[in-house]
């Protein structure tokens, strides 16, 4: 009963702090910024942590870890049914076979770089790079199911995935303002919906540009998205045959 009352006070916490970041980014001055809410909750976050006492922070502590594993999974959901054969058809092929390379290029170069040239431990390697390769943190604590790791190894590859795409989330706009990219809106919602890690980091970055990047944007996040399952599963059966052959031996 005291971890439903927990999960209750820090879910209203939450929704609390969200109303603030909403009403935040509709002050006329942040607004002409194109400052989106997601960032400013992000930041609002960062700071009541360390203002914020130890009581509080437990309520928030059941909120986050309920969010996370349940409301983070609803939300997808939620955006996958935005996702049809028509939204498919205007990322186009290319598109498509752009999300398939990222998430195989992306896993294999961080599998490769983290364990034979940083020497780092294998399954917060695998963890980090299927975060960064699909959907973050929804990606992170699904493949933590699958291969049986220790909490703690799953809060440092979501740490490493949420720090380096919030500054991604953070400089993509600034740097397609000022035209660095040279890309078109189309060609550019597909680089940051292919590239970003979080469902939210590609909200909150595309729609600080504008709304036809944003919506190419989710559209090829969330083919990306959609390889989450079958990644799973192919991980999941070379996982277990080699747990099988370790038994063996």
Same mark, same amino acid.
Not at 12 to 40: D, K, Q, Y
Not at 61 to 71: D, H, L, N, P, Q
């Given at each position: 009963?005291?971890?439903?009352?927990?999960?209750?006070?820090?879910?209203?916490?939450?929704?609390?702090?969200?109303?603030?970041?909403?009403?935040?980014?509709?002050?006329?001055?942040?607004?002409?910024?194109?400052?989106?809410?997601?960032?400013?909750?992000? /930041?609002?976050?960062?700071?009541?942590?360390?203002?914020?006492?130890?009581?509080?922070?437990?309520?928030?502590?059941?909120?986050?870890?309920?969010?996370?594993?349940?409301?983070?999974? /609803?939300?997808?959901?939620?955006?996958?049914?935005?996702?049809?054969?028509?939204?498919?058809?205007?990322?186009?092929?290319?598109? /498509?076979?752009?999300?398939? /390379?990222?998430?195989?290029?992306?896993?294999?170069?961080?599998?490769?770089?983290?364990?034979?040239?940083?020497?780092?431990?294998?399954?917060?390697?695998?963890?980090?790079?299927?975060?960064?390769?699909?959907?973050? $943190?929804?990606?992170?604590? $699904?493949?933590?199911?699958?291969?049986?790791?220790? $909490?703690?190894?799953?809060?440092?590859?979501?740490?490493?995935?949420?720090?380096?795409?919030?500054?991604?989330?953070?400089?993509?706009?600034?740097?397609?303002?000022?035209?660095?990219?040279?890309?078109?809106?189309?060609?550019?919602?597909?680089?940051?919906?292919?590239?970003?890690?979080?469902?939210?980091?590609?909200?909150?970055?595309?729609?600080?540009?504008?709304?036809?990047? $944003?919506?190419?944007?989710?559209?090829?996040?969330?083919?990306?998205?959609?390889?989450?399952?079958?990644?799973?599963?192919?991980?999941?059966?070379?996982?277990?045959?080699?747990?099988?052959?370790?038994?063996?031996?």
């Amino acid at each position: 009963m005291k971890i439903e009352k927990n999960l209750l006070y820090g879910l209203l916490i939450l929704g609390l702090c969200t109303g603030i970041s909403i009403l935040i980014a509709n002050i006329e001055v942040i607004r002409v910024l194109s400052i989106s809410p997601l960032i400013i909750a992000i /930041f609002l976050g960062a700071i009541l942590t360390h203002v914020l006492n130890q009581k509080i922070i437990d309520y928030l502590e059941s909120a986050i870890g309920f969010s996370t594993k349940r409301v983070l999974r /609803f939300g997808i959901i939620l955006y996958g049914f935005r996702l049809t054969l028509q939204n498919l058809e205007e990322v186009g092929l290319e598109g /498509f076979i752009f999300a398939v /390379f990222i998430v195989a290029s992306t896993f294999i170069i961080g599998y490769f770089t983290g364990t034979k040239i940083l020497k780092m431990d294998k399954e917060i390697t695998i963890l980090t790079s299927i975060g960064s390769s699909i959907c973050g $943190a929804a990606a992170v604590l $699904a493949t933590e199911s699958v291969i049986k790791t220790p $909490a703690y190894k799953s809060a440092v590859a979501v740490s490493t995935v949420v720090i380096f795409g919030t500054l991604a989330m953070l400089l993509y706009p600034f740097l397609y303002k000022l035209d660095i990219f040279h890309l078109s809106p189309q060609d550019f919602g597909i680089y940051l919906g292919g590239t970003l890690h979080e469902v939210a980091h590609v909200v909150a970055a595309s729609n600080a540009v504008n709304n036809e990047v $944003a919506s190419y944007a989710v559209i090829e996040k969330m083919i990306r998205v959609m390889m989450l399952a079958p990644f799973l599963n192919i991980l999941g059966f070379f996982w277990i045959k080699k747990e099988t052959k370790k038994l063996i031996k």
